[in-house]
């Protein structure tokens, strides 16, 4: 998946069958040479569970080409629609959605203080654009007996666990889960698309 990011609430995704390694790179010079400001990102290897078990499958079969999910701003979208259109003899449009937010789930448990320092930054506190879900916790947990911080025996003295869901705007919550999945210390899994209607064509599960 390629997302533009911009500074527009709202996202379109284009789930597109085409040539192998094409799509994304013709999308994206199209975009730039129409003037269009923004960075370009796949997405899908960022993180963000979009192929569904139809696709992969379809995928392994049909070597030749693959469905990428195609994530731009609305003020983009129009672009696409006029990109995709014309080349319509490589390229098959699947369906196209729109989202406005994201989220996903994530959790830790380090022993470090200053690794947890590190990572304790970025959920606390969230920066603008997200927000916590109800079954969100960061806390300290220190046993008795320990003699400080600093002490790491195999029971740990001292160890700072988190867990728990975000969610925000798409590209806040990129930014921060790509963040995360650079921290060894951190797991995140359910990385999605939020509140979209399905515009044309089949919806995919999520």
């Known amino acids: 998946m390629v997302v533009l990011l911009s500074e527009a609430a709202e996202f379109v995704e284009f789930v597109i069958q085409g040539p192998r390694g094409w799509t994304a790179g013709f999308l994206e010079g199209r975009l730039q040479s129409d003037g269009f400001a923004g960075?370009?990102?796949d997405a899908e290897v960022e993180g963000f569970d979009v192929a569904t078990l139809r696709e992969r499958w379809v995928d392994r079969i049909l070597r030749q080409s693959t469905t990428e999910h195609i994530l731009v701003s609305s003020?983009?979208?129009?672009?696409?629609?006029?990109?995709?259109a014309g080349a319509s003899e490589r390229i098959t449009l699947i369906a196209e959605r729109n989202w406005d937010s994201a989220g996903f789930d994530f959790c830790f448990q380090i022993f470090s203080p200053k690794d947890a320092a590190r990572i304790r930054a970025y959920f606390e506190p969230l920066p603008p654009g997200l927000r916590p879900r109800d079954d969100f916790r960061i806390e300290e947990i220190v046993r008795e007996g320990s003699r400080g911080i600093e002490m790491l025996t195999p029971s740990h003295g001292w160890e700072l666990r988190g867990e728990g869901r975000v969610e925000g705007t798409i590209d806040a919550i990129l930014e921060l889960l790509r963040r995360c999945r650079n921290e060894e210390l951190v797991k995140v899994r359910n990385a999605q698309l939020l509140h979209g209607d399905a515009t044309s064509g089949p919806r995919g599960a999520r």
């Open 39 to 41: 960075r370009v990102f």
């Open 75 to 84: 003020q983009a979208a129009a672009r696409v629609r006029t990109a995709l």
